[in-house]
Protein backbone atom coordinates (compact mmCIF):
# COMPACT_ATOMS: atom_id res chain seq x y z
CA UNK A 1 0.00 0.00 0.00
CA UNK A 2 3.26 2.32 0.51
CA UNK A 3 4.08 1.39 -3.24
CA UNK A 4 0.54 2.81 -4.16
CA UNK A 5 0.63 6.76 -2.91
CA UNK A 6 1.30 9.05 -5.28
CA UNK A 7 4.44 10.88 -5.25
CA UNK A 8 2.26 14.15 -4.10
CA UNK A 9 0.96 12.18 -1.08
CA UNK A 10 4.69 11.20 -0.20
CA UNK A 11 5.96 15.32 -0.51
CA UNK A 12 2.28 16.49 1.41
CA UNK A 13 2.93 13.47 4.20
CA UNK A 14 7.15 14.71 4.11
CA UNK A 15 6.08 18.20 4.45
CA UNK A 16 3.71 18.09 7.40
CA UNK A 17 6.20 15.98 9.27
CA UNK A 18 9.12 18.52 8.62
CA UNK A 19 6.42 21.81 9.77
CA UNK A 20 5.34 19.39 13.19
CA UNK A 21 9.29 18.41 13.97
CA UNK A 22 9.62 22.42 13.45
CA UNK A 23 7.37 24.30 14.79
CA UNK A 24 5.22 21.82 17.09
CA UNK A 25 7.95 19.56 19.07
CA UNK A 26 10.03 22.74 20.32
CA UNK A 27 7.29 23.71 21.86
CA UNK A 28 4.76 20.40 22.88
CA UNK A 29 6.11 20.60 26.69
CA UNK A 30 5.17 24.03 27.25
CA UNK A 31 1.89 23.49 25.64
CA UNK A 32 0.78 20.28 27.91
CA UNK A 33 2.07 21.68 31.12
CA UNK A 34 0.39 24.86 30.68
CA UNK A 35 -2.96 23.48 28.73
CA UNK A 36 -1.80 26.45 26.57
CA UNK A 37 -3.64 26.77 23.16
CA UNK A 38 -1.09 25.99 20.26
CA UNK A 39 -1.69 28.94 18.64
CA UNK A 40 1.80 29.72 17.00
CA UNK A 41 1.24 26.34 15.24
CA UNK A 42 -2.07 26.63 13.79
CA UNK A 43 -0.99 29.82 11.38
CA UNK A 44 1.74 27.51 9.56
CA UNK A 45 -0.63 24.79 9.49
CA UNK A 46 -3.27 27.27 7.96
CA UNK A 47 -0.93 28.38 5.34
CA UNK A 48 -0.12 24.75 4.48
CA UNK A 49 -3.54 23.81 3.93
CA UNK A 50 -4.06 21.80 6.82
CA UNK A 51 -7.10 23.43 8.03
CA UNK A 52 -9.59 22.82 4.92
CA UNK A 53 -7.87 19.76 3.70
CA UNK A 54 -11.02 17.92 2.99
CA UNK A 55 -12.97 21.16 1.96
CA UNK A 56 -12.96 21.59 -1.53
CA UNK A 57 -11.34 24.31 -3.46
CA UNK A 58 -14.87 26.53 -4.31
CA UNK A 59 -15.08 26.96 -0.92
CA UNK A 60 -11.38 27.75 -0.47
CA UNK A 61 -10.38 24.28 0.96
CA UNK A 62 -7.20 22.43 -0.33
CA UNK A 63 -9.48 19.88 -2.25
CA UNK A 64 -7.52 16.73 -0.94
CA UNK A 65 -9.47 13.67 -0.08
CA UNK A 66 -8.88 11.65 2.49
CA UNK A 67 -5.76 9.40 1.85
CA UNK A 68 -4.36 13.06 2.08
CA UNK A 69 -6.12 13.87 5.63
CA UNK A 70 -5.00 10.24 6.94
CA UNK A 71 -1.27 10.87 6.34
CA UNK A 72 -1.45 14.73 7.79
CA UNK A 73 -2.85 13.85 11.00
CA UNK A 74 -1.00 10.52 11.59
CA UNK A 75 2.32 13.04 10.96
CA UNK A 76 0.87 15.77 13.48
CA UNK A 77 0.41 12.98 15.76
CA UNK A 78 3.46 11.48 15.45
CA UNK A 79 4.81 14.69 17.29
CA UNK A 80 1.66 16.36 19.27
CA UNK A 81 -1.48 14.32 19.46
CA UNK A 82 -3.27 17.60 20.53
CA UNK A 83 -2.75 19.45 17.74
CA UNK A 84 -3.60 16.60 15.81
CA UNK A 85 -6.93 16.13 17.19
CA UNK A 86 -7.30 20.16 16.99
CA UNK A 87 -6.79 20.02 13.12
CA UNK A 88 -9.38 16.37 13.43
CA UNK A 89 -12.18 18.04 15.38
CA UNK A 90 -12.08 21.30 13.18
CA UNK A 91 -11.95 19.32 9.69
CA UNK A 92 -13.36 15.88 10.26
CA UNK A 93 -16.53 16.81 12.49
CA UNK A 94 -17.59 21.12 12.24
CA UNK A 95 -16.41 21.78 8.55
CA UNK A 96 -17.53 18.77 7.44
CA UNK A 97 -20.94 18.70 8.42
CA UNK A 98 -21.14 21.94 7.49
CA UNK A 99 -19.77 20.63 3.77
CA UNK A 100 -22.39 17.62 3.99
CA UNK A 101 -25.23 19.17 5.34
CA UNK A 102 -25.27 22.89 4.78
CA UNK A 103 -26.79 24.67 2.16
CA UNK A 104 -25.44 27.14 -0.41
CA UNK A 105 -25.31 30.22 1.35
CA UNK A 106 -24.02 28.48 4.32
CA UNK A 107 -21.48 26.88 2.89
CA UNK A 108 -20.14 29.89 1.42
CA UNK A 109 -20.35 32.10 4.62
CA UNK A 110 -18.65 29.79 6.83
CA UNK A 111 -16.25 27.24 4.82
CA UNK A 112 -14.09 30.01 3.50
CA UNK A 113 -12.90 31.31 7.09
CA UNK A 114 -12.93 27.67 8.16
CA UNK A 115 -10.73 26.41 5.61
CA UNK A 116 -8.31 29.16 5.60
CA UNK A 117 -7.79 28.61 9.45
CA UNK A 118 -9.12 32.44 10.01
CA UNK A 119 -11.78 30.55 12.24
CA UNK A 120 -11.96 27.68 14.52
CA UNK A 121 -14.90 25.21 14.14
CA UNK A 122 -16.16 23.03 16.80
CA UNK A 123 -18.49 20.05 16.89
CA UNK A 124 -21.13 19.56 19.63
CA UNK A 125 -22.99 16.33 20.23
CA UNK A 126 -22.46 14.96 24.12
CA UNK A 127 -24.27 15.76 27.01
CA UNK A 128 -23.42 15.07 30.44
CA UNK A 129 -26.53 12.31 30.26
CA UNK A 130 -25.78 11.12 26.59
CA UNK A 131 -22.19 10.16 25.60
CA UNK A 132 -22.51 6.55 23.50
CA UNK A 133 -26.19 7.17 23.75
CA UNK A 134 -25.78 10.14 21.81
CA UNK A 135 -29.74 9.91 20.80
CA UNK A 136 -30.44 10.94 24.74
CA UNK A 137 -30.29 14.38 23.41
CA UNK A 138 -31.81 16.75 26.05
CA UNK A 139 -30.59 20.30 24.80
CA UNK A 140 -33.86 21.54 23.03
CA UNK A 141 -34.46 23.72 20.27
CA UNK A 142 -37.98 25.45 20.09
CA UNK A 143 -39.25 27.71 17.39
CA UNK A 144 -39.16 31.14 18.60
CA UNK A 145 -40.67 33.77 16.12
CA UNK A 146 -38.90 33.96 12.66
CA UNK A 147 -35.82 32.02 14.12
CA UNK A 148 -34.82 29.35 17.13
CA UNK A 149 -34.02 29.53 21.13
CA UNK A 150 -31.94 26.80 22.11
CA UNK A 151 -31.69 25.69 25.87
CA UNK A 152 -29.37 23.19 27.47
CA UNK A 153 -25.84 22.42 27.67
CA UNK A 154 -23.28 20.00 25.91
CA UNK A 155 -19.75 18.45 27.71
CA UNK A 156 -16.46 17.53 25.81
CA UNK A 157 -16.55 19.78 23.13
CA UNK A 158 -12.76 19.67 21.30
CA UNK A 159 -11.88 23.39 20.41
CA UNK A 160 -15.25 24.60 22.00
CA UNK A 161 -13.15 27.84 24.12
CA UNK A 162 -11.70 28.85 21.12
CA UNK A 163 -14.52 28.39 17.80
CA UNK A 164 -15.60 30.68 15.88
CA UNK A 165 -18.74 28.38 14.94
CA UNK A 166 -20.37 25.60 16.45
CA UNK A 167 -22.59 22.60 15.42
CA UNK A 168 -24.57 21.70 17.84
CA UNK A 169 -26.86 18.74 17.78
CA UNK A 170 -30.50 20.05 20.03
CA UNK A 171 -33.80 18.21 20.00
CA UNK A 172 -36.80 20.12 18.12
CA UNK A 173 -39.16 16.93 18.11
CA UNK A 174 -39.18 14.95 21.38
CA UNK A 175 -41.78 12.66 20.20
CA UNK A 176 -39.56 11.08 17.22
CA UNK A 177 -36.42 10.19 19.27
CA UNK A 178 -33.60 10.04 17.04
CA UNK A 179 -35.36 11.47 14.28
CA UNK A 180 -36.23 14.24 16.10
CA UNK A 181 -32.81 15.74 16.70
CA UNK A 182 -31.61 18.52 14.30
CA UNK A 183 -28.05 20.33 13.70
CA UNK A 184 -27.58 23.92 14.19
CA UNK A 185 -25.14 26.53 13.40
CA UNK A 186 -23.77 28.58 16.69
CA UNK A 187 -21.80 31.15 15.82
CA UNK A 188 -19.75 32.85 18.82
CA UNK A 189 -21.27 36.19 20.21
CA UNK A 190 -24.45 34.80 19.54
CA UNK A 191 -27.15 35.56 22.47
CA UNK A 192 -27.46 33.25 25.21
CA UNK A 193 -23.87 31.41 23.70
CA UNK A 194 -20.96 30.87 25.49
CA UNK A 195 -18.72 28.30 26.45
CA UNK A 196 -19.04 26.43 29.98
CA UNK A 197 -15.42 24.72 31.50
CA UNK A 198 -12.86 23.87 30.42
CA UNK A 199 -12.35 20.39 31.52
CA UNK A 200 -8.70 19.74 33.37
CA UNK A 201 -7.65 16.73 30.98
CA UNK A 202 -5.24 13.61 31.64
CA UNK A 203 -3.87 13.82 28.18
CA UNK A 204 -3.95 15.94 25.10
CA UNK A 205 -3.62 18.93 27.18
CA UNK A 206 -3.08 21.32 24.69
CA UNK A 207 -6.24 20.88 22.85
CA UNK A 208 -8.98 22.44 24.35
CA UNK A 209 -11.97 20.62 25.50
CA UNK A 210 -14.90 22.38 26.96
CA UNK A 211 -18.25 22.46 27.70
CA UNK A 212 -20.73 24.55 25.59
CA UNK A 213 -23.80 26.66 27.57
CA UNK A 214 -27.18 27.49 25.93
CA UNK A 215 -29.46 29.30 28.01
CA UNK A 216 -32.40 31.08 26.24
CA UNK A 217 -29.74 31.19 23.04
CA UNK A 218 -31.40 33.06 20.35
CA UNK A 219 -30.99 32.02 16.52
CA UNK A 220 -31.96 33.05 13.14
CA UNK A 221 -33.95 30.55 10.88
CA UNK A 222 -31.05 30.26 8.89
CA UNK A 223 -29.12 28.86 11.67
CA UNK A 224 -30.81 25.24 10.91
CA UNK A 225 -28.08 22.55 9.06
CA UNK A 226 -29.59 20.87 7.26
CA UNK A 227 -32.87 19.25 7.69
CA UNK A 228 -35.00 19.63 10.93
CA UNK A 229 -35.02 16.22 11.98
CA UNK A 230 -31.99 15.13 10.11
CA UNK A 231 -29.33 16.14 12.37
CA UNK A 232 -28.72 12.94 14.28
CA UNK A 233 -29.11 11.33 10.87
CA UNK A 234 -26.76 13.57 9.93
CA UNK A 235 -24.07 13.43 12.63
CA UNK A 236 -24.08 9.24 12.16
CA UNK A 237 -22.56 10.01 8.55
CA UNK A 238 -19.91 12.94 9.83
CA UNK A 239 -18.73 10.24 12.66
CA UNK A 240 -17.61 7.46 9.73
CA UNK A 241 -15.01 10.70 8.56
CA UNK A 242 -14.09 11.47 12.27
CA UNK A 243 -13.61 8.21 13.17
CA UNK A 244 -10.83 7.48 10.26
CA UNK A 245 -9.12 10.81 11.48
CA UNK A 246 -8.70 9.44 15.15
CA UNK A 247 -7.82 5.99 13.51
CA UNK A 248 -5.01 8.34 12.05
CA UNK A 249 -4.21 10.14 15.15
CA UNK A 250 -3.93 6.82 16.78
CA UNK A 251 -1.38 5.76 14.30
CA UNK A 252 0.84 8.85 14.29
CA UNK A 253 0.66 8.33 18.27
CA UNK A 254 1.71 4.70 18.21
CA UNK A 255 4.82 5.37 15.98
CA UNK A 256 6.05 8.21 17.78
CA UNK A 257 5.71 5.98 20.80
CA UNK A 258 7.47 3.66 18.86
CA UNK A 259 10.29 5.69 17.50
CA UNK A 260 11.01 7.57 21.08
CA UNK A 261 11.16 3.47 23.01
CA UNK A 262 13.32 2.33 19.52
CA UNK A 263 15.77 5.31 20.26
CA UNK A 264 15.82 4.89 23.39
CA UNK A 265 16.42 0.89 23.60
CA UNK A 266 19.18 1.65 21.30
CA UNK A 267 21.07 4.17 23.42
CA UNK A 268 20.17 2.95 26.42
CA UNK A 269 22.85 0.56 28.16
CA UNK A 270 22.40 -2.44 30.52
CA UNK A 271 25.25 -5.53 31.24
CA UNK A 272 27.63 -3.27 28.57
CA UNK A 273 25.54 -3.70 25.89
CA UNK A 274 22.12 -1.78 24.36
CA UNK A 275 18.95 -3.20 25.90
CA UNK A 276 17.65 -3.27 21.95
CA UNK A 277 20.17 -6.60 21.61
CA UNK A 278 18.25 -7.93 24.52
CA UNK A 279 15.54 -10.67 23.02
CA UNK A 280 13.20 -9.00 25.36
CA UNK A 281 12.97 -5.55 23.99
CA UNK A 282 13.59 -6.78 20.65
CA UNK A 283 10.16 -8.48 20.60
CA UNK A 284 8.49 -5.49 22.40
CA UNK A 285 9.38 -3.54 19.32
CA UNK A 286 8.55 -6.27 16.82
CA UNK A 287 4.82 -6.41 17.65
CA UNK A 288 4.63 -2.86 18.10
CA UNK A 289 6.15 -2.43 14.71
CA UNK A 290 3.84 -4.72 13.13
CA UNK A 291 0.51 -3.79 14.88
CA UNK A 292 1.19 -0.28 13.87
CA UNK A 293 1.42 -1.70 10.19
CA UNK A 294 -1.65 -3.29 10.30
CA UNK A 295 -3.26 -0.46 12.00
CA UNK A 296 -2.27 1.87 9.01
CA UNK A 297 -3.78 -0.05 6.67
CA UNK A 298 -6.64 -0.43 8.33
CA UNK A 299 -6.87 3.49 8.16
CA UNK A 300 -6.10 3.76 4.74
CA UNK A 301 -8.66 1.20 3.25
CA UNK A 302 -11.49 3.11 5.13
CA UNK A 303 -10.17 6.71 3.72
CA UNK A 304 -9.86 5.23 0.34
CA UNK A 305 -13.31 3.77 0.80
CA UNK A 306 -14.50 7.47 1.43
CA UNK A 307 -12.53 9.05 -1.24
CA UNK A 308 -14.73 6.70 -3.62
CA UNK A 309 -17.82 7.70 -2.21
CA UNK A 310 -18.47 4.35 -1.08
CA UNK A 311 -19.93 3.00 2.54
CA UNK A 312 -17.26 3.00 5.42
CA UNK A 313 -19.24 2.38 8.54
CA UNK A 314 -17.45 -0.83 9.01
CA UNK A 315 -13.81 0.23 7.35
CA UNK A 316 -13.91 3.32 10.04
CA UNK A 317 -15.07 1.22 12.69
CA UNK A 318 -12.76 -1.38 12.34
CA UNK A 319 -10.09 1.13 11.94
CA UNK A 320 -10.99 2.87 14.72
CA UNK A 321 -11.00 -0.20 16.83
CA UNK A 322 -7.76 -1.58 16.02
CA UNK A 323 -5.60 1.56 15.88
CA UNK A 324 -6.53 3.08 19.16
CA UNK A 325 -5.96 -0.25 21.06
CA UNK A 326 -2.25 -0.63 18.89
CA UNK A 327 -1.69 3.06 20.21
CA UNK A 328 -2.71 2.45 24.46
CA UNK A 329 -0.52 -0.72 23.84
CA UNK A 330 2.42 0.54 22.24
CA UNK A 331 2.16 4.04 24.27
CA UNK A 332 2.43 1.51 27.37
CA UNK A 333 5.27 -0.64 26.23
CA UNK A 334 7.17 2.39 25.77
CA UNK A 335 6.81 3.30 28.84
CA UNK A 336 7.97 -0.31 30.02
CA UNK A 337 11.15 0.00 27.72
CA UNK A 338 12.23 3.40 28.98
CA UNK A 339 11.49 1.45 32.59
CA UNK A 340 11.87 4.26 35.38
CA UNK A 341 12.98 6.94 32.72
CA UNK A 342 9.24 6.15 31.27
CA UNK A 343 7.80 7.78 34.19
CA UNK A 344 9.00 10.65 34.24
CA UNK A 345 8.46 14.24 32.34
CA UNK A 346 12.00 14.72 31.01
CA UNK A 347 11.68 11.66 28.10
CA UNK A 348 8.40 11.79 25.57
CA UNK A 349 7.03 8.10 26.62
CA UNK A 350 5.12 9.58 29.41
CA UNK A 351 3.43 12.16 27.51
CA UNK A 352 2.15 9.91 24.52
CA UNK A 353 0.57 7.34 27.74
CA UNK A 354 -1.22 10.24 28.86
CA UNK A 355 -2.17 10.85 25.78
CA UNK A 356 -3.15 7.01 24.28
CA UNK A 357 -6.30 6.34 25.93
CA UNK A 358 -8.46 9.11 24.56
CA UNK A 359 -8.44 7.04 21.21
CA UNK A 360 -10.26 4.45 22.30
CA UNK A 361 -12.93 6.91 23.94
CA UNK A 362 -13.21 9.79 21.46
CA UNK A 363 -15.62 9.34 18.53
CA UNK A 364 -17.22 6.52 20.25
CA UNK A 365 -14.91 3.67 22.45
CA UNK A 366 -13.87 1.17 21.60
CA UNK A 367 -17.19 -0.55 22.81
CA UNK A 368 -19.40 0.80 20.96
CA UNK A 369 -17.20 0.20 17.78
CA UNK A 370 -17.76 -2.90 18.31
CA UNK A 371 -21.19 -2.74 18.40
CA UNK A 372 -20.74 -0.93 15.15
CA UNK A 373 -18.72 -3.75 14.05
CA UNK A 374 -21.31 -6.47 14.56
CA UNK A 375 -24.17 -4.85 13.41
CA UNK A 376 -22.28 -4.49 10.05
CA UNK A 377 -21.34 -8.45 9.87
CA UNK A 378 -24.34 -9.46 10.80
CA UNK A 379 -26.31 -7.96 8.51
CA UNK A 380 -28.40 -10.44 6.31
Known sequence: MEQALTAEQRQLRQSVRELAEREIRPHLMRWDEAQAWPQEALAPLSRMGCMGMIV?????GAGMGYIEYALAIEELARVDPSVALIVAAHNSLCSNHILQAGNEAQKRRFLPPLAAGEWIGCWSLTEPGAGS????????????GDGWRLDGAKTFTSNGAHAQVCVAMAVTDPERGKHGISAFLVERGAPGFRPGRKENKLGMRASDTS?????DCRLPAGALLGAEGEGFIDALKILDGGRISIAALAVGLAQGAFETARDYALERRQFGRPIAEFQAIQWKLANMATEIAASRLLVWQAAALKDRGEPATLAAAMAK????????????EGVQIH??????????????????????????TSEIQRLLIAREVLKA
Open 56 to 60: PAEYG
Open 133 to 144: DAAGTRTRAQRC
Open 211 to 215: EMIFE
Open 321 to 332: LKAGEVAVETAR
Open 339 to 364: GGYGFIKDYPAEKFYRDAPLCTIGEG
